[in-house]
């Protein structure tokens, strides 16, 4: 009789040790996640049929900069400046800032930046803190990473000028970046939000026994506590959907596949019917996660020129 308690002492610790480590590991892949090397990044857009090497080469050319964002880290950045004879009726510049996506950098987005670079834009890019050339900091899912986006946005007011026109587009975790920031800036003309999710946790729940296999108790629960210890929030705090209740002073696209395998395509109404004041939505048939663009290129560029022409945008 004692040797099978010992036994099932044995059986039990070994459970806790294993999902601890597990969980641990899990609070490591969101904050120090394995990310794409930046030289390789274009060829991956171009494998993935976003684009062309030779368009690339000819029509592509980033000015290249760095901002030191308030967190005491340097912001890799890049601005693709509009044609010189792009203007507006009205003399004020356009600008689209662009957010990449978890484990991406900054030139993912020149498919996104393209659209706007036809319609006159200036496009501003970026890496996100622990992504390209950007230095490391923890990953925190859209938390930290939209006070660095605000002060892109602020410097790109300064290059631009104060009557700027100014809005964002964000891919995935960038999509998080920006419903998280649109709550904040008060003079955002525009966002656009494409495959982002609602709440973190929820995703997390979603995505243990879905993708990973892994149960969700005592996983996550372990997973947040470490998350909490090694960055000092909880993963609860990254809940855009309740941020986007108070962004009601900008119009906003909601873009998302009916197949994306990794966000599910419920959390897009979440955030939709979340969102106070002006609003559109997508729903791209066949798309997987972060696959709009792709599964339907023509109907990305018409849906966002339709949704900037309906707010006197361009």
Known sequence: MLIAVYILLALVAAVIAFSALIAWKVSGMILYPRV??????VEEEIKRGHFTREWYDTNVHLEEFTLRSDYGYDLHCAIWPREESASFPDGRRRVAVLVHGFTY???????????????????VLYDHRNHGLSDHAPTTMGLCEAKDLATVCAWS??????????GTLGESMGAATVMLHAKEDKRL?????????????????????HRFHLPVFPILPMARLFYRMRVGEFLESVRPAAALKDAGHVPMLFIHGDADELVPCYMMQVCFDAKAGEKEKWLVPGAPHAGCYRTDTQGYREHLRDF??????I
């Open 308 to 313: 900037l022409t309906k707010y006197g945008l």
């Open 157 to 166: 007011r300064e290059h631009f000028g104060e009557d700027a026109l100014l």
């Open 36 to 41: 794409y090397a930046y030289d390789i990044v």
């Open 105 to 123: 950098c900054l030139l993912g987005q020149i498919k996104y930046a393209s659209l706007f670079h036809e319609l006159g834009f200036d496009c």
């Open 189 to 209: 003309a525009f966002a656009v939000e494409d495959c982002g999710f609602s709440d973190f946790y929820k995703l997390l729940r979603y995505l243990l026994p």
